[in-house]
């Protein structure tokens, strides 16, 4: 059975689309409920227009505070039938109420590699600071930001001189790959967890070879 998620994003959607791209074409176990921005005119809202998805606005400066706005978000997920939440360049922190409405059950990408250079800026500090390879991580949320356990990592090398737009676009290019993947394994119930250990039950699915221009574990499988 497919599994059924809901997105939320703030902005372009990029992440988005790569999960709406995949459940079109077949390779994707998902059923996408509902796509949720903060954010009037965000991005999100015309990727999820276009393909006929389900989408709506909740404008979060319409709430008294971050509670409230949570728990409105929450119930609206609850009856769109979600079981899994997946956060796609969604800039507010949760709080603990939504947080333990989808306990074990909300994840969300992180442009760096985990746990250096959390926080908004994660592409831009890591090539701030001089670092040879970056990457990106897809994680399980927790009340601290971007501190749940890592369900699969993507590294790519940082080349001397280069500037934050060449690196963005080598990583988003990898996240787009690496969130379907974790969806994917979510979907096929093979993602367990004991702690902050996450464990991946073996598939019948090839392996993706990485090259030198990236890295991924654990590895990608075919159609990713």
């Keep these: 059975m497919p599994l059924n998620i809901a997105i939320l994003a703030s ?29 009037q005119g965000a991005g999100v809202l015309d990727r999820a227009r276009k393909v006929g998805l389900p989408h709506l606005v909740l404008d ?27 956060l796609a360049g969604y800039m507010r922190l949760l709080s603990p109420c939504f947080l333990k409405a989808f306990e074990g059950r909300v994840i969300n990408i992180h442009p760096a590699l985990l746990p250096s250079f959390a926080g908004l800026h994660g592409g831009a500090d890591a090539l ?27 590294a790519v090398p940082v080349n001397a001189g280069e500037d934050i737009e060449c690196l963005m676009e080598r990583l988003h290019a990898m996240e787009h790959r690496i969130y379907p993947q974790a969806l994917q394994w979510l979907a096929q119930g093979r993602i367990t967890r004991a702690g902050r250990q996450v464990f991946l039950a073996p598939g019948n699915e090839r392996r993706v070879r990485s ?5 991924v574990w654990p590895p990608l499988e075919e159609n990713f």
């Design 128 to 154: 701030a600071y001089g670092v040879s390879i970056s990457g990106c991580t897809v994680h399980f949320v927790e009340e601290q930001m971007d501190s749940g356990p890592v369900i699969i990592q993507a």
């Design 211 to 215: 090259d030198g221009d990236w890295f």
């Design 11 to 39: 902005g372009n959607g990029s992440n988005a689309q790569a999960m709406m791209d995949k459940a079109a074409a077949g390779t994707l176990d998902v059923n996408i409920r509902l796509v949720v921005s903060n954010r």
């Design 60 to 86: 979060h400066t319409a709430w008294s505070d971050r509670a409230a706005y949570d728990g409105a978000l929450a119930e609206v997920l609850r009856k769109s039938g979600a079981e899994v939440i997946a």
